[in-house]
Protein backbone atom coordinates (compact mmCIF):
# COMPACT_ATOMS: atom_id res chain seq x y z
CA UNK A 1 0.00 0.00 0.00
CA UNK A 2 1.09 3.21 -1.04
CA UNK A 3 0.72 5.82 2.46
CA UNK A 4 3.01 8.68 1.22
CA UNK A 5 1.88 12.02 1.70
CA UNK A 6 5.00 13.27 0.39
CA UNK A 7 4.85 16.76 -1.07
CA UNK A 8 1.02 17.57 0.35
CA UNK A 9 0.30 20.52 2.69
CA UNK A 10 -2.06 19.73 5.48
CA UNK A 11 -3.75 21.19 7.89
CA UNK A 12 -5.35 20.16 10.98
CA UNK A 13 -7.92 21.93 13.47
CA UNK A 14 -8.03 20.91 17.66
CA UNK A 15 -4.17 19.59 17.21
CA UNK A 16 -3.16 20.46 20.20
CA UNK A 17 -3.54 17.22 21.99
CA UNK A 18 -5.56 14.15 21.53
CA UNK A 19 -6.73 13.20 18.41
CA UNK A 20 -5.72 15.93 16.58
CA UNK A 21 -2.31 15.94 17.55
CA UNK A 22 -1.90 12.20 16.76
CA UNK A 23 -3.46 13.11 13.57
CA UNK A 24 -0.72 16.34 12.51
CA UNK A 25 2.18 13.24 13.76
CA UNK A 26 0.41 10.62 11.48
CA UNK A 27 0.18 13.18 8.41
CA UNK A 28 3.94 14.07 9.13
CA UNK A 29 5.18 11.00 9.55
CA UNK A 30 4.19 9.90 5.90
CA UNK A 31 5.82 13.77 4.80
CA UNK A 32 3.24 15.83 4.53
CA UNK A 33 4.06 19.36 5.37
CA UNK A 34 1.86 20.61 8.45
CA UNK A 35 -0.20 23.35 9.81
CA UNK A 36 -0.72 22.57 13.43
CA UNK A 37 -3.73 24.68 14.82
CA UNK A 38 -5.88 24.79 18.03
CA UNK A 39 -6.96 27.88 20.78
CA UNK A 40 -4.81 25.85 23.05
CA UNK A 41 -1.25 27.88 21.96
CA UNK A 42 1.22 26.22 24.18
CA UNK A 43 -0.03 23.08 23.20
CA UNK A 44 0.09 23.87 19.91
CA UNK A 45 3.47 24.21 20.22
CA UNK A 46 3.95 21.17 22.43
CA UNK A 47 2.94 19.25 18.92
CA UNK A 48 5.19 21.51 16.22
CA UNK A 49 7.96 20.67 18.34
CA UNK A 50 6.88 16.55 18.57
CA UNK A 51 6.69 16.58 15.09
CA UNK A 52 9.48 18.57 14.04
CA UNK A 53 12.12 16.96 16.84
CA UNK A 54 11.02 13.35 14.59
CA UNK A 55 11.88 15.05 11.78
CA UNK A 56 9.44 16.23 10.07
CA UNK A 57 7.85 20.11 8.78
CA UNK A 58 5.03 21.66 10.81
CA UNK A 59 4.25 25.05 11.86
CA UNK A 60 1.58 26.49 14.41
CA UNK A 61 -1.22 28.75 13.79
CA UNK A 62 -4.04 30.07 15.99
CA UNK A 63 -7.69 29.70 15.14
CA UNK A 64 -11.10 29.31 16.71
CA UNK A 65 -12.82 27.35 14.26
CA UNK A 66 -15.83 28.69 15.60
CA UNK A 67 -15.04 31.69 13.90
CA UNK A 68 -15.06 31.50 9.79
CA UNK A 69 -12.49 34.40 9.70
CA UNK A 70 -10.28 32.34 11.39
CA UNK A 71 -10.61 29.58 9.02
CA UNK A 72 -9.89 32.14 5.87
CA UNK A 73 -6.54 33.20 8.04
CA UNK A 74 -6.00 29.38 8.37
CA UNK A 75 -6.05 28.43 5.06
CA UNK A 76 -4.02 31.46 4.15
CA UNK A 77 -1.54 30.84 6.45
CA UNK A 78 -1.21 27.74 5.18
CA UNK A 79 -0.90 28.99 1.46
CA UNK A 80 1.53 31.14 2.36
CA UNK A 81 4.02 29.16 4.40
CA UNK A 82 3.80 25.93 2.40
CA UNK A 83 2.56 27.16 -1.28
CA UNK A 84 -0.60 24.90 -1.37
CA UNK A 85 -3.30 23.39 0.26
CA UNK A 86 -3.78 19.33 -0.05
CA UNK A 87 -5.32 17.86 2.57
CA UNK A 88 -7.62 19.35 5.55
CA UNK A 89 -8.35 17.46 8.53
CA UNK A 90 -11.67 19.41 10.83
CA UNK A 91 -10.90 17.84 13.81
CA UNK A 92 -11.80 20.21 16.55
CA UNK A 93 -14.57 19.28 18.95
CA UNK A 94 -16.24 19.65 22.11
CA UNK A 95 -18.32 17.39 24.26
CA UNK A 96 -20.81 18.85 26.37
CA UNK A 97 -22.15 17.84 29.86
CA UNK A 98 -25.11 15.09 29.54
CA UNK A 99 -28.84 16.35 28.88
CA UNK A 100 -31.57 14.50 27.70
CA UNK A 101 -33.07 16.69 24.40
CA UNK A 102 -35.88 18.79 26.48
CA UNK A 103 -33.33 19.64 29.10
CA UNK A 104 -30.34 20.83 26.89
CA UNK A 105 -29.55 24.48 27.65
CA UNK A 106 -30.50 26.77 24.69
CA UNK A 107 -27.18 28.61 24.51
CA UNK A 108 -25.24 24.96 25.30
CA UNK A 109 -26.58 23.93 22.03
CA UNK A 110 -25.97 26.34 20.12
CA UNK A 111 -22.58 26.31 21.03
CA UNK A 112 -21.75 22.72 20.35
CA UNK A 113 -23.67 23.33 16.91
CA UNK A 114 -21.21 26.30 16.12
CA UNK A 115 -17.93 24.66 17.28
CA UNK A 116 -18.50 20.67 16.10
CA UNK A 117 -21.25 21.50 12.86
CA UNK A 118 -20.44 25.65 12.05
CA UNK A 119 -16.29 24.85 12.55
CA UNK A 120 -16.74 22.07 10.21
CA UNK A 121 -18.67 24.13 7.03
CA UNK A 122 -16.47 27.16 7.61
CA UNK A 123 -13.39 24.82 7.49
CA UNK A 124 -14.47 23.52 4.04
CA UNK A 125 -15.86 26.75 2.66
CA UNK A 126 -11.91 28.63 2.83
CA UNK A 127 -10.28 24.87 2.63
CA UNK A 128 -12.02 24.16 -0.91
CA UNK A 129 -11.12 27.62 -3.05
CA UNK A 130 -7.52 26.87 -1.42
CA UNK A 131 -7.62 23.12 -2.78
CA UNK A 132 -8.94 23.30 -6.28
CA UNK A 133 -6.18 25.94 -6.75
CA UNK A 134 -3.92 22.88 -6.92
CA UNK A 135 -6.33 20.42 -8.59
CA UNK A 136 -8.36 18.95 -5.68
CA UNK A 137 -7.22 17.84 -2.15
CA UNK A 138 -8.98 15.57 0.25
CA UNK A 139 -11.04 17.25 3.29
CA UNK A 140 -11.17 14.93 6.49
CA UNK A 141 -14.22 15.57 9.00
CA UNK A 142 -13.87 14.18 12.54
CA UNK A 143 -17.54 13.07 13.60
CA UNK A 144 -18.12 9.87 15.54
CA UNK A 145 -19.54 6.73 16.24
CA UNK A 146 -22.30 8.86 17.77
CA UNK A 147 -22.95 10.27 13.89
CA UNK A 148 -24.52 7.17 13.23
CA UNK A 149 -26.37 6.33 16.65
CA UNK A 150 -27.46 8.24 19.21
CA UNK A 151 -26.14 8.11 22.90
CA UNK A 152 -28.36 8.68 26.20
CA UNK A 153 -28.50 12.32 27.33
CA UNK A 154 -26.27 13.20 24.73
CA UNK A 155 -29.02 15.70 23.30
CA UNK A 156 -26.21 18.22 21.55
CA UNK A 157 -23.43 16.00 20.74
CA UNK A 158 -25.17 13.56 18.82
CA UNK A 159 -27.02 15.95 16.62
CA UNK A 160 -23.89 17.69 15.75
CA UNK A 161 -21.95 14.62 14.65
CA UNK A 162 -24.81 13.30 12.62
CA UNK A 163 -24.51 16.71 10.80
CA UNK A 164 -21.00 15.96 10.14
CA UNK A 165 -21.53 12.84 8.03
CA UNK A 166 -24.25 15.02 5.86
CA UNK A 167 -21.79 17.90 5.32
CA UNK A 168 -19.37 15.31 4.38
CA UNK A 169 -21.77 13.61 1.62
CA UNK A 170 -22.97 17.09 0.27
CA UNK A 171 -18.86 18.01 0.00
CA UNK A 172 -18.23 15.05 -2.03
CA UNK A 173 -21.52 15.03 -4.29
CA UNK A 174 -20.55 18.50 -5.01
CA UNK A 175 -16.72 18.53 -5.39
CA UNK A 176 -16.02 15.35 -6.88
CA UNK A 177 -16.13 16.24 -10.27
CA UNK A 178 -12.69 18.81 -9.28
CA UNK A 179 -11.22 15.96 -7.64
CA UNK A 180 -11.73 16.29 -4.33
CA UNK A 181 -12.30 13.90 -1.57
CA UNK A 182 -14.25 13.84 1.89
CA UNK A 183 -14.64 11.41 4.26
CA UNK A 184 -15.97 11.43 7.65
CA UNK A 185 -14.66 9.35 10.38
CA UNK A 186 -16.31 8.07 12.93
CA UNK A 187 -13.88 7.17 16.30
CA UNK A 188 -15.68 4.99 19.14
CA UNK A 189 -14.78 6.07 22.42
CA UNK A 190 -11.21 6.72 22.31
CA UNK A 191 -8.75 7.75 25.40
CA UNK A 192 -8.17 11.44 25.63
CA UNK A 193 -8.80 14.17 27.73
CA UNK A 194 -12.32 14.81 25.90
CA UNK A 195 -14.27 11.66 27.83
CA UNK A 196 -13.20 13.90 31.61
CA UNK A 197 -15.77 16.05 30.20
CA UNK A 198 -18.45 13.10 29.76
CA UNK A 199 -17.58 11.57 33.18
CA UNK A 200 -18.14 7.89 31.81
CA UNK A 201 -18.53 4.84 33.45
CA UNK A 202 -15.07 3.23 31.97
CA UNK A 203 -16.72 -0.47 32.47
CA UNK A 204 -19.82 0.37 30.73
CA UNK A 205 -18.13 2.02 28.19
CA UNK A 206 -15.84 -1.07 27.86
CA UNK A 207 -18.58 -3.18 27.21
CA UNK A 208 -19.95 -1.41 24.27
CA UNK A 209 -16.32 -2.16 22.23
CA UNK A 210 -16.25 -5.33 21.09
CA UNK A 211 -12.44 -5.13 20.91
CA UNK A 212 -12.43 -5.22 25.23
CA UNK A 213 -10.72 -1.85 25.24
CA UNK A 214 -11.38 1.93 24.42
CA UNK A 215 -9.14 3.19 21.13
CA UNK A 216 -5.88 4.98 21.09
CA UNK A 217 -5.27 8.20 19.75
CA UNK A 218 -2.82 7.08 17.00
CA UNK A 219 -5.33 4.20 16.04
CA UNK A 220 -6.96 7.32 14.42
CA UNK A 221 -4.03 9.48 13.34
CA UNK A 222 -2.49 5.80 11.30
CA UNK A 223 -6.07 5.11 10.15
CA UNK A 224 -7.07 9.16 8.68
CA UNK A 225 -3.14 9.21 7.05
CA UNK A 226 -3.94 6.27 5.32
CA UNK A 227 -7.31 7.37 3.94
CA UNK A 228 -5.35 10.77 2.70
CA UNK A 229 -2.88 8.95 0.65
CA UNK A 230 -3.56 7.96 -3.31
CA UNK A 231 -4.16 4.61 -2.06
CA UNK A 232 -7.70 5.82 -1.27
CA UNK A 233 -8.67 7.58 -4.46
CA UNK A 234 -11.69 6.35 -4.64
CA UNK A 235 -12.93 6.61 -1.82
CA UNK A 236 -15.55 9.64 -1.74
CA UNK A 237 -18.38 10.52 0.81
CA UNK A 238 -17.70 7.78 2.98
CA UNK A 239 -17.82 7.23 6.45
CA UNK A 240 -15.39 5.31 7.96
CA UNK A 241 -16.02 3.67 11.45
CA UNK A 242 -12.63 3.32 13.66
CA UNK A 243 -14.49 1.60 16.32
CA UNK A 244 -13.14 -1.38 17.61
CA UNK A 245 -16.34 -2.98 16.58
CA UNK A 246 -18.66 -0.74 18.30
CA UNK A 247 -21.11 -0.03 15.95
CA UNK A 248 -21.90 -4.38 15.14
CA UNK A 249 -23.85 -4.65 17.94
N1 LIG B 1 -12.22 11.08 22.37
C1 LIG B 1 -13.27 10.41 21.88
O1 LIG B 1 -13.74 9.42 22.48
C2 LIG B 1 -13.89 10.81 20.57
C3 LIG B 1 -14.75 9.91 19.95
C4 LIG B 1 -15.33 10.25 18.74
C5 LIG B 1 -15.08 11.49 18.17
N2 LIG B 1 -14.26 12.36 18.81
C6 LIG B 1 -14.02 13.64 18.17
O2 LIG B 1 -12.66 13.76 17.86
C7 LIG B 1 -12.28 15.14 17.89
C8 LIG B 1 -11.08 15.32 18.80
O3 LIG B 1 -11.44 14.87 20.08
P1 LIG B 1 -10.38 14.59 21.24
O4 LIG B 1 -10.88 13.41 21.97
O5 LIG B 1 -9.01 14.60 20.72
O6 LIG B 1 -10.65 15.87 22.15
P2 LIG B 1 -9.70 16.73 23.10
O7 LIG B 1 -10.62 17.46 23.98
O8 LIG B 1 -8.64 15.89 23.69
O9 LIG B 1 -9.00 17.73 22.06
C9 LIG B 1 -9.76 18.67 21.36
C10 LIG B 1 -8.86 19.78 20.86
O10 LIG B 1 -9.70 20.73 20.19
C11 LIG B 1 -9.36 22.03 20.64
N3 LIG B 1 -10.51 22.91 20.51
C12 LIG B 1 -11.62 22.96 21.29
N4 LIG B 1 -12.43 23.97 20.90
C13 LIG B 1 -11.81 24.56 19.84
C14 LIG B 1 -12.14 25.65 19.01
N5 LIG B 1 -13.27 26.35 19.19
N6 LIG B 1 -11.30 25.98 18.01
C15 LIG B 1 -10.14 25.29 17.84
N7 LIG B 1 -9.76 24.25 18.59
C16 LIG B 1 -10.59 23.89 19.60
C17 LIG B 1 -8.91 21.86 22.08
O11 LIG B 1 -8.10 22.94 22.51
C18 LIG B 1 -8.16 20.54 21.99
O12 LIG B 1 -6.79 20.73 21.67
C19 LIG B 1 -13.53 15.90 18.34
O13 LIG B 1 -14.22 16.40 17.22
C20 LIG B 1 -14.35 14.83 19.04
O14 LIG B 1 -15.72 15.14 19.03
C21 LIG B 1 -13.64 12.05 19.99
Known amino acids: MNSSLLGKVAVVTGASRGIGRAIAESY ?20 VESINNAGGNAVYFHADVSCAKAHQELVDFAMKTYGRLDIACNNAGIAPPSFKVADV ?7 VIKINLDGVFYGARAQIPAMLKNGGGTIVNISSILGK ?101
Open 105 to 111: PIDLWHK
Open 28 to 47: AKYGAKVVVSDIDNSEGQTT
Open 149 to 249: VAFPELGAYSPSKHGVIGLTKQIALDYAPQNIRSIAIGPAFIQTELLDGLSPDFDSLLKLHPIGRLGKPNEIGEAVASLCSDSFSFLNGAYVPIDGGFLTQ
